[in-house]
């Protein structure tokens, strides 16, 4: 059992709705669609915490249009779950956030004040909404009042970074809006617009957050494993974390993480059962009408991130501890995990993945471990030491 778990915080509340573990699976658009959730959940034992949509665009339909967007596919094993909305017209994002509530029934609106791209920051949507926080704060108001006039009254919440820049940063204010506009839950993101997805989260601006608020602040930015979740919820007080990246490297982590909170042991994963999620996923991702292509690349974007887990068995054990590993370190076992990877990242279709699959199951992972833990680098960028702890060095 690890230690610091009795007192923890283990859920949060989002309105009457008590939400275990306190986890959220961080919306990614290109990955958290509908079969990457259902992967997750269902590794999870049905242990999720909250699951979002992508984030759903609402500047460019003259009238919403429900049947226009498929981010706003979800399966009722899924609640409870939110649809995310984003842009800078308060008219339209609460035209859609009506829509959405009376046609699909989610149990919470999201809106996103934290996308950087440029065609979306850009524009004044997502996190372009940090630097016009009069124009937030008229969409949440009209947001909220649009789904007051729905037939079931659901919570809104709201996503954003800490500020645009670090000359900007705004995250205190923007909370003080939230909480006056009526949002119920506050996720932040602890990095700013400008930083993208570089350096590592600010976790101090994210606690000091979760110290000023009066409703539940979810802390966001390179959560990566269960060891990481306890120390942040326990040294910065937020209510709970959200685990975008560090998901698609583990899609366990939430089941991990209701295991530890629960006391249970930790289940350790074998390289077979690994290789066994590409099944579980294809499955999924079959299911949701995916072409035999496009299928393809969820595969190869999946097994990308999750294949950085095998590990030589002859190796030391990373260990369960909260492993930061530098470059060097990590490259140490890379020799099984890249020739399961390449193995897999060359399949030209489906069948031959799924063979190859078999292939490695049945050979080499006999001799892997799978540590998906040993991770450090999220972006995958070669350049970054990720040190624990506030600290970026660029090499
Ligand atoms: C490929 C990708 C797509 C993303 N799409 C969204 C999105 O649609 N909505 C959103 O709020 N955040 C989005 N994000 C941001 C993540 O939700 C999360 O805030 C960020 O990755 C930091 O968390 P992490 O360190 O756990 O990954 C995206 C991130 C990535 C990497």
């Known amino acids: 059992m690890l230690k610091d778990v009795e007192n923890l915080k283990k859920t949060f509340k989002l309105r009457n709705l008590e939400i275990f573990p306190n986890t959220i699976l961080s919306p990614m ?13 269902v590794l999870s034992g049905n242990r999720m915490g909250l699951l979002v949509s992508e984030f759903v665009p609402t ?44 046609g699909l029934h989610p149990d919470y609106i999201e809106v996103n004040a934290g996308c950087p791209a440029p065609k979306v920051a850009g524009k004044g949507s997502g996190s372009g909404l940090l ?10 108001h009209d ?14 919440t709201l996503k ?7 000359e900007s940063i705004n995250v205190m204010e923007t909370l003080k809006i939230a909480e006056g506009e009526g949002v119920e839950l506050l996720v932040v993101h602890g990095r700013t617009r400008l930083q993208g997805y570089n350096g590592l989260a600010n976790w101090d601006w994210i606690g000091k957050v979760a110290a000023a608020a009066k409703i539940p602040v979810v802390g966001n930015g390179d959560v990566n494993s269960v060891e990481c979740a306890l120390e942040r919820i326990n040294t910065y007080g937020v209510s709970g974390v959200s685990i975008g990246r560090g998901a ?5 982590i939430f089941g991990q993480i209701a295991d530890a909170w629960e006391g249970k042991p930790a289940h350790i994963i074998t390289a077979e059962e690994a290789l066994d999620v590409f ?17 393809m690349g969820r595969l190869k974007q999946l097994a990308a991130r999750l294949c950085k887990g095998f590990v030589d068995g002859s190796e030391d054990a990373a260990g369960s501890e909260n492993v930061i590993l530098s470059e060097v370190e990590e490259s140490k076992g890379v020799s099984a995990a890249m020739e399961v990877r390449q193995t897999l990242l060359t399949a030209q ?47």
Not at 29 to 41: E, I, K, N, S
Not at 77 to 96: L, N, S, T, V
Not at 386 to 393: E, M, S, T
Request: glycine share 6%; proline share 6%.
């Open 160 to 166: 954003c970074r800490i500020g645009w820049d670090d």
């Open 279 to 295: 099944s579980i996923y294809y499955k999924f991702l079959e299911e949701e009408g995916r072409t035999e292509l496009g299928a």
């Open 349 to 395: 279709t489906p069948e031959e993945f799924f063979e190859r699959k078999e292939m490695l199951k049945n050979g080499i992972a006999k001799s892997l471990r799978y540590e998906p833990n040993r991770l450090v680098n999220l972006n995958g960028a070669k350049d970054n030491t990720l040190v624990f702890g506030n600290h970026y060095v660029n090499r």
């Open 29 to 41: 658009d290109g990955v958290t669609d509908a079969p990457f959730r259902r992967l997750c959940r």
């Open 143 to 156: 947001t909220r009042k649009a789904l007051d006039s729905c037939d079931v009254n659901i919570p809104l």
């Open 131 to 140: 630097r016009d926080l009069p124009r937030l704060q008229e969409i949440l």
């Open 59 to 102: 500047n460019a339909d003259e009238v919403f249009s429900l049947t226009g967007h498929k981010q706003l596919k979800f399966y009722p094993e899924e609640k409870p779950f939110g649809i995310q909305i984003f842009g800078c017209y308060p008219d339209k994002m609460a035209a859609a956030a009506k829509k959405i509530a009376d």
């Open 248 to 252: 698609m490297h583990n899609p366990w």
